[in-house]
Every structure is written in structure tokens, then in C-alpha cells.
């Protein structure tokens, strides 16, 4: 779909300047650019880049002389990472399927879809289960008895929703995730090696040959509004309450979430991070890839914790972590600054 020069501007909210009514089909980084893309050059690097591509029109800085890069059209903006998510959410062409249910799809007498949806093929949609309009589901998904699904839901292909999940509005995940699947959650008769090592911090009384028993997952998992879920997340449901994710949290792909984990609202949760049993996450908590958060510790409001970094005991609200064991980020670097140091102090001492 071809979009103008102005009608973008109107829709990102902001000003334009040189021909309004030239078109555009797609966006594009400005060397590869070509007369019908508009090409988001939002810093000098990517300014510069202008020569090499065939732009006609651009998103730029709002004080740039853009006049002498050739251009017959530019938008212009303040805050250029903000910009780009509204110009691509205006140019997406996800392929989202209007075509009603397809005739593979296995769909229980009891289930209550809105006639708005799409049911892409060999779809399992169980008994009882509510999915609200504009839901759009991809092929081989699962949909187990019980669950509840908001308005606007895609669910690309291959995701498996457990019975008695209940999913908010605008929800929207990855191909491979599977969301309430049964907690990691296993008992020893009496007390088991793991509980002596944690208790007295590694040392052992003795060795207990054991077999684990299953605690039984009797809790589902609650997801707000405006969530997204990335590409093979698996979401355990809770032991006995439900495991919750709050209002417009993203999951990037691979995380991996325990049973009963709160995660709050706001948070950005990155790719390959773990959330161990009973943790919970406050809001707006952003965890970088390959994180690990400890089982029943809690991570405070707006925390920020670099790749990596793991997490073993509770988190106050605010606090800026990095390193393993988590500790300050400042404090981090000032270990790892003398850690560098350590063979010329060494070196010094002999």
C-alpha cells in the first residue's frame, strides 16, 4: 500500500516539508534505498549514507539541511527510535488472514468464537473457550479447554495455549511458544540434598539417595493486556495460584518463565532470560538477555539488570545491576577494573 509524504506525518503526529503528496511503499535504511522507499535517516551516519541509495524521500532530524542530499520530501522528528516504531507499525504488512475458519480446523461444539476471527488450518481449539473479535490464529495452533482469549489476539503458528489460561486484549505471540505448560516443581519424602546444600551454603550431611515426586500444577497462568510473547517462550502454569504476566510486558524469544512468577507491567523482558519458581518481578523491570532470576526472590520496580547478570537475592526498586552475583552496576565495574589490574600487581609484588 502506498502511503504520502503528509499522511505519514499526520499519523507519527509530527511536521513535513517539501512535496506532501509524494508516495511511498516502504521504508528502508538510506543505502538501500530505491524511489519508492522512504529512507530513516535519523542520525549523521545514516545521513551520509543518502548518496549511496536512490531516496526520494526520508525521515530526518528536524535540524538537518536535508535540501542537499537530493531529496524532494523529508518528515521530521525529535525522538528518532520513537519514530521508527510508529512508521513501521504504519508500513507493516504482517500477512494477518481474514478467511474465517479453515475447514482442517478441529473446533469444539461448546466454543464461542466471534464470527471476526480467523482459524488458519489444523487449528485444536477445545471446549468452552472464548476468543473474542479480531482474533487471528495461525496454522497447527492449540487451544486447550478453557481458555479465554481478549480481543485483537495473534497467535501465530504452532502455539500451544493450555486449559484455563486466560489472555487480556492485543495479545500477540510468536510461532513454537507454549503457554501453561506444568511447573518444574518435584518433592523428596524427606529432606533432600539440595534443601542441606541451601540451608548451610554448600555443605552436605551426608548423601540422601532420593526419588523426586511430582507436585501437581492445580493453577494456570493470567496474561494482561497488550502483552507480546517472542518465539519458543514457555510460560509454566502456577502450583496452586496462577502464574501472571502484567499489562503491556514484552517476552523477547527463548525466555523461559517458572511456575507461580509474577512479572508486573511494563517490563521487557529479553532473549534466553530464566524466572525461577515464585520469583516476582515488579513493573517496568527490564532484564537483558541471558539474565537468570533466583526462585521466591523479588526484583523491585524499574530495575535494570545488564546480559547476563544473575540474580540471587532480592532486588530494591531502581537499583541499575550487572555481573555475576548481581551486584551494582557501578560497583561491577570497578571489580572488573581490578580484576584487569591483578597480573601487573602481581607482577609488581614478585
Same mark, same amino acid.
Given at each position: ?117 480467523? /482459524? !488458519?488450518?489444523? #487449528?485444536? =481449539?477445545?471446549?468452552? %473457550?472464548? *476468543? ?5 490464529? @495461525?496454522?497447527? $495452533? &492449540? ?39 506444568d511447573g518444574f516443581s518435584f518433592v523428596t519424602r ?72 509474577? /512479572? !508486573?507491567?511494563? #517490563?521487557? =523482558?529479553?532473549?534466553? %532470560?530464566? *524466572? ?5 518481578? @515488579?513493573?517496568? $523491570? &527490564? ?64
Amino acid at each position: 500500500m502506498d502511503y504520502s509524504i503528509s499522511q505519514i506525518a499526520k499519523a507519527l503526529g509530527t511536521d513535513f516539508d517539501g512535496d506532501g503528496e509524494l508516495k511511498i511503499s516502504s521504508a528502508a535504511e538510506p543505502s538501500d534505498a530505491d524511489e519508492n522507499s522512504l529512507a530513516l535517516a535519523m542520525n549523521q551516519k545514516y545521513l551520509e549514507d543518502l548518496k549511496k541509495g536512490s531516496a526520494r524521500a526520508a525521515v530526518v532530524m528536524k535540524d538537518v539541511a536535508w535540501k542537499s542530499f537530493g531529496l524532494k520530501a523529508v518528515i521530521l522528528v525529535d525522538r528518532p527510535r520513537h519514530a521508527i516504531s510508529r512508521i513501521t507499525k504504519l508500513l507493516d504488512n504482517y500477512p494477518i488472514s481474514k478467511s474465517g475458519v479453515h475447514p482442517t480446523a478441529i473446533i469444539d461444539s461448546s466454543a464461542v468464537i466471534d464470527k471476526t476471527c480467523s /482459524i !488458519g488450518a489444523f #487449528c485444536v =481449539i477445545g471446549a468452552n %473457550v472464548e *476468543i473474542e473479535e479480531g482474533g487471528c490464529l @495461525g496454522a497447527h $495452533v &492449540v487451544i486447550g479447554n478453557g481458555v479465554k482469549i481478549g480481543n485483537n489476539a495473534i497467535i501465530n503458528n504452532r502455539v500451544v495455549i493450555e486449559h484455563d489460561v486466560v489472555v487480556g486484549n492485543q495479545f500477540r505471540a510468536q510461532s513454537g511458544s507454549v503457554i501453561g505448560s506444568d511447573g518444574f516443581s518435584f518433592v523428596t519424602r524427606d529432606k533432600s540434598d539440595v534443601e542441606e546444600i541451601r540451608k548451610h551454603l554448600g555443605k552436605r550431611q551426608g548423601l540422601n539417595k532420593q526419588s523426586w515426586m511430582r507436585i501437581h500444577s492445580l493453577g494456570s497462568v493470567a496474561i494482561g493486556d497488550d502483552v507480546e510473547i517472542g518465539a519458543n517462550v514457555t510460560i509454566d502454569r502456577g502450583t496452586v495460584r496462577n502464574t501472571s504476566i502484567g499489562d503491556r510486558s514484552k517476552l523477547d524469544n527463548l525466555v523461559h518463565v517458572g511456575h507461580n512468577v509474577e /512479572i !508486573g507491567s511494563d #517490563c521487557l =523482558i529479553c532473549g534466553q %532470560v530464566g *524466572i525461577a519458581g515464585s520469583a516476582v518481578i @515488579g513493573n517496568r $523491570v &527490564v532484564l537483558g538477555g541471558q539474565c537468570g532470576v533466583n526462585d521466591n526472590i523479588f526484583v523491585g520496580d524499574d530495575v535494570i539488570a545488564g546480559g547476563a547478570t544473575k540474580i540471587f537475592t532480592n532486588a530494591p526498586k531502581g537499583r541499575v545491576l550487572l555481573g555475576y552475583p548481581a551486584v551494582k552496576m557501578e560497583t561491577h565495574i570497578s571489580m572488573q577494573k581490578a580484576l584487569r589490574r591483578l597480573p601487573r600487581l602481581f607482577k609488581k609484588l614478585s
